[in-house]
């Protein structure tokens, strides 16, 4: 098996098992927590998200690029330790800051969440979700998948195992759930300065963290935009409908984000490679091979979350959450066409084209919040979902025309994307007198046929060109 299956299949590990333990909780905290309390804890963690990327400064991405062109291992050393110094002392001034702005902001724009103890928990959270950032570079720099899956899986199931015991047996509800984070990211925040003392040196080296802001800064712009575009709509749902429905909402979502499984194992993986490969000769035959291979798992993947969204709802959510099937292969749409672009704004960046990426991300974060003000007033979640497809698809057409990429690939894309919408729908009608076991085995045969189809419409043998491209990178 070629290396880069071998590390696929274990990024995929580390995706897959956070999302089971994730929908394995869903049924148990429907049952103990509310709509509204799903709606507060969305709301919080969309915040919080933001924060993790002002917090991080983009500085992974740096590491991932500039590692390697250090000549001695001392160097390697130092860039690893003056980066995550840096991070931990920027980050602990920020820690300091929230404190002081967000009671007041809370207050001053009349938002429904408290700061106590909501807020206060999820901002010193993310304080140490940040610490955690270089550490978990640090083995994708060296291509050491097991030890960056090992060391997140333990702390997502030591999470899990928390959560299910202060909110289900404790009875500690909502609160239990942020309590759970809380008492494992502590432990392992020390695991992460154990592992930078063991494969890097503490230091403020200024040269050091001067290149990493010189390169890092003008991306931080266009992840903030990136993120805007990703998180925007709950901020501005929660200014139009109540609690209970973003609480339906964000159960949707969660769903629909199943799909960053495929997303990120792929990313993971192709990242490395575009990366090494960008000059080289052949690049470009490479580069195709590896954006079908990436198209074709992510749409499908999207194709399959939304064709069995009713099921899925049935089986993990209560009733008074069920609802939010409707909204699934929508937003699934809108998570496709972003991972699309995820890849395509690595491209850019190997090419050079970081301001690029910089204006696409900011004119696209400003066209989601216009949209989203104007329509969601009228349409509520359903303004919101589509105002987001519109605002990822200014980047995706734009890309596609800097990169000069296939035309085939995209109209397979087109194509794919829009069944995403219409299929569930007929299907569902279709099989709706069906007994669960056949609608389930025809939903399971139409998703198969579409994804073996799609290695015939962009002309490719999928195991042979894995196989090749895992040899390329050796």
Aim: hydrophobic share 55%.
């Amino acid at each position: 098996m070629s290396r880069v299956v071998k590390q696929t299949i274990i990024y995929s590990i580390g995706e897959i098992v956070p999302r089971i333990l994730s929908f394995l909780l869903l049924p148990i905290l429907t049952q103990y927590l509310s709509p509204t309390d799903y709606g507060i804890t969305s709301y919080t963690t969309t915040i919080m998200t933001f924060i993790f990327v002002i917090a991080s400064l983009s500085l992974n991405t740096f590491l991932l690029r500039n590692y390697y062109l250090e000549k001695t291992e001392e160097g390697r050393k130092e860039i690893i330790g003056a980066v995550f110094v840096f991070i931990c002392l920027f980050n602990l001034a920020l820690l300091l800051i929230q404190l002081l702005v967000f009671p007041v902001a809370i207050k001053g724009f009349g938002i429904n969440v408290p700061f106590y103890p909501f807020f206060l928990l999820a901002i010193i959270n993310n304080f140490f979700d940040v610490i955690s950032i270089i550490p978990l570079v640090l083995y994708r720099i060296k291509e050491n998948p097991k030890a960056f899956v090992i060391l997140s899986l333990s702390k997502v199931i030591l999470q899990f195992l928390l959560t299910y015991l202060l909110v289900v047996k404790m009875n500690e509800g909502l609160l239990g759930s942020y309590m759970a984070r809380l008492y494992v990211n502590i432990p392992f925040a020390l695991i992460y300065c154990y592992i930078i003392y063991r494969n890097g040196v503490f230091v403020f080296r200024i040269d050091k963290i001067k290149a990493a802001l010189a390169f890092s800064l003008p991306l931080l712009p266009a992840s903030l935009s990136y993120l805007i575009v990703s998180v925007s709509d709950r901020i501005i749902l929660e200014r139009f409908i109540p609690l209970n429905k973003l609480g339906i909402y964000s159960v949707a979502f969660t769903l629909s984000l199943a799909l960053n499984i495929v997303i990120q194992a792929l990313y993971k993986t192709f990242e490395q490679i575009i990366f090494k490969k960008h000059h080289d000769e052949g690049f470009n035959d490479l580069n195709l091979k590896l954006f079908k291979v990436f198209s074709i798992f992510v749409i499908c993947g999207g194709l399959a979350i939304s064709i069995f969204s009713q099921e899925i709802f049935t089986i993990i959510a209560s009733e008074n959450f069920f609802v939010g099937h409707e909204l699934v292969p929508a937003m699934v749409v809108a998570v496709s066409i972003t991972g699309l672009n995820t890849y395509l704004g690595t491209l850019l960046i190997a090419n050079d084209k970081r301001k690029l990426v910089a204006v696409l991300t900011t004119i696209s974060a400003v066209l989601c919040i216009a949209l989203n003000l104007i329509f969601v007033p009228f349409f509520g979640y359903w303004g919101s979902i589509y105002s987001t497809i519109l605002a990822v698809s200014v980047i995706t057409v734009v890309s596609y025309t800097k990169l000069n990429l296939k035309m085939n690939v995209v109209y397979y894309q087109i194509v794919v994307l829009s069944l995403i919408i219409l299929a569930p729908y007929y299907l569902n009608e279709a099989t709706s007198e069906m007994n669960f076991f056949l609608r389930v085995s025809l939903k399971l045969l139409f998703t198969l046929i579409v994804f073996f189809v799609s290695f015939s419409a962009l002309k490719i043998d999928i195991f042979k060109e894995i196989k090749l491209i895992g040899i390329k990178k050796k």
